[in-house]
């Protein structure tokens, strides 16, 4: 691995958050085009980056992994705030968003959401970019694969989410 890379991934090691592409050019002193095809290599070596919303990070696979579960949900565009944002605040991490396809089969984005603010930086994203919600191709169904250090913050969220009409059930 040339020595560029090794800084990319040290320093992916050594933060908590994600990381931008533009931060990491900063940090590197390259364009952020470089970054990204840094990361498809070290990828490609079997390092396990994530690109969310929010930049690049390594996966959380660790031995004190958090517990997860996959929670399917179907509401209005406008009701997206709320949905998330239950989850966030019941101290639920929304990982990512899948969709099922009918041609592409499974379609997934990596959202990473922890706060409040995050939830708030996504939909302004959202808005700027005019960007549709992977959702939509769907009538607003959709799964979300979430984690959460207790048990009892997931049954509250999914409380949460089933007394507003989201939670999609049998």
Do not use: W
């Amino acid at each position: 691995m040339n020595q560029r890379r090794a800084r990319l991934l040290g320093r992916l090691e050594h933060t908590s958050t994600p990381m931008t592409g533009s931060e990491l050019s900063k940090f590197l002193g390259v364009s952020r085009q470089v970054v990204v095809s840094d990361v498809a290599i070290l990828r490609a070596a079997g390092h396990d980056i994530v690109a969310t919303p929010r930049g690049y990070r390594l996966s959380r696979a660790t031995s004190d992994d958090p517990l997860s579960a996959q929670i399917a949900v179907c509401h209005r565009p406008e009701d997206t705030e709320t949905e998330l944002m239950t989850m966030v605040e019941a101290k639920v991490r929304v990982i990512d968003v899948t969709v099922e396809h009918p041609v592409y089969g499974d379609l997934c984005g990596n959202l990473l959401m922890e706060t409040p603010s995050d939830v708030r930086r996504f939909l302004r994203r959202l808005e700027e970019a005019r960007a549709p919600l992977l959702s939509d191709l769907t009538g607003g169904v959709h799964l979300h694969r979430v984690e959460f250090d207790k048990i009892a913050d997931f049954r509250r969220a999914e409380e949460a989410l089933r007394d507003l009409g989201f939670l999609a059930e049998g």
